[in-house]
């Protein structure tokens, strides 16, 4: 990959695209992941204004500490980039307290977990309507495009997407090439929805490197009966994800009505 250059393309595009909508700059949410700390940057280097919220909902302090410390750096080196905290923890708990109980509270972890993210993402476009601004989405190509790990109008939720054409490992060169601090780089996918240190790899039982051989492999054609072993393994949980997820990657089914019906 062509780093400056892809960085150049994607900052003119940015840019582009908000002085064509007329927007005054853009909106992100920070989690202190490498996503986020990558397209937070590339707003950044645009020039226009650029918010960034911090939106703790039970976060490990390790999370919260680094997108701190991702942002003082991002102000330190670009001049229209602000910071507001808004700690969404009392607005999540007042939720769950007046939600009906259930038998298993362990049935609904799913459910509250992608809670989390509509909170936030409702609390980006508040902002975005207040100061004209456009949210940035932070998707990566395989969580976007190849196994849909993200949340449906939460973290999916956005205006338009910078990142969403680059692999993960593609979006670590970039962070590399723009010095984004090494805690970040280092520190285990996580989408920080479970108030606990799981990571992505965890939950979804494979690594993004392997995740990208998978989607590479499917785009070639391959199927599960091609490969054994691990590589099987890993083939086929990316194709159970990218089924189960199809309905985020593709538009909303519009019901058409039979004209002789109208």
Known sequence: MQTEKVVEHIVGWLKDY????????????????????????????????????EMPIHQAPSQVNRALNHIEWLKAKYPAVSMTPVNLTP???????ELPRVDNEESRFMALA??????????????????????????????????????????GGVDLSPIADLLKSEVYEIAKFLGINQEIIEAAPTDGLWGDDRTDEDQIGATYPELEWAMQMKDEGKTADDFEGRQREVFEIFKRYNTANKHKMVAIPVCDIPKNLK
């Open 18 to 53: 908000a002085n064509s909508a007329k927007m005054n700059g853009f909106v992100i949410g920070v989690s202190g992941g490498i996503d986020s700390a990558v397209t937070s940057a590339l707003c950044a280097m645009t020039g226009l204004d650029l918010l960034c919220l």
């Open 91 to 97: 607005v999540f708990d007042q939720l769950i307290s």
């Open 114 to 155: 992608n809670t989390r993210a509509r909170l936030r993402m409702t609390t980006l476009y508040y902002f975005a309507a207040l100061k004209k601004y456009l949210v940035a989405g932070t998707g990566n190509k395989v969580e976007d495009f190849g196994v849909g790990f993200y949340t449906k109008y939460g973290d």
